[in-house]
């Protein structure tokens, strides 16, 4: 990754180099990679939510995507919900998305999700990237830029 922050390698514990910080899940950082300069896979968030329809989920996220709060959008058109609301079991046919975005739009994003949809609680849930292609990554990063 040219100019960004190193991504940490894989290490056994008797491998680990003195003065380095390591994590339960055997990724090392050495002095020169302290543990806030993060991998940029560990500052992509997957965001969920779910919609009435495809017609207002597609718009919704036209504009989250537009607004450069999210990188994209993938719209899963037909899942059935099945959620208690008010003391009653409810079912539902409801569209899912999948945003990406990074982590330091995560605030503003969920500010205007919560803006723009029309339920009185709508599903955000944020699930942290653990890994993937690089490029890929970085391309969620810079897609989420603040808006021009």
Same mark, same amino acid.
């Given at each position: ?24 899940? $055997? ?9 806030? $300069?993060?991998?940029?896979?560990? =500052? ?40 208690? %609301? =008010? $003391? ?23 500010? =205007? ?18 890994? $993937? ?5 970085? %391309? ?9």
């Amino acid at each position: 990754m040219q100019g960004g922050t190193r991504c940490p390698q894989r290490v056994e514990p008797a491998e680990l180099p003195p003065d380095s910080y390591a994590f339960s899940n $055997g990724i090392v950082f050495g002095q020169a990679d302290p543990p806030d $300069g993060l991998c940029m896979s560990e =500052k992509i968030l997957l965001a969920l939510s779910t919609f009435p329809d495809p017609e207002t989920a597609r718009e919704i996220s036209n504009q989250l995507v537009s607004g450069n709060f999210a990188a994209c959008a993938n719209i899963l058109p037909a899942i059935e919900s099945i959620y208690r %609301w =008010k $003391g009653q079991i409810e079912t539902g046919s409801e569209t899912l998305v999948f945003f990406k975005l990074s982590e330091d739009r995560r605030s503003a994003f969920e500010e =205007k999700l919560r803006s723009l949809h029309p339920y009185d609680v709508p599903e955000i849930i944020f699930v942290p990237v653990a890994g $993937g292609l690089q490029e890929y990554l970085q %391309w969620v990063s810079e897609s989420c830029g603040q808006a021009h």
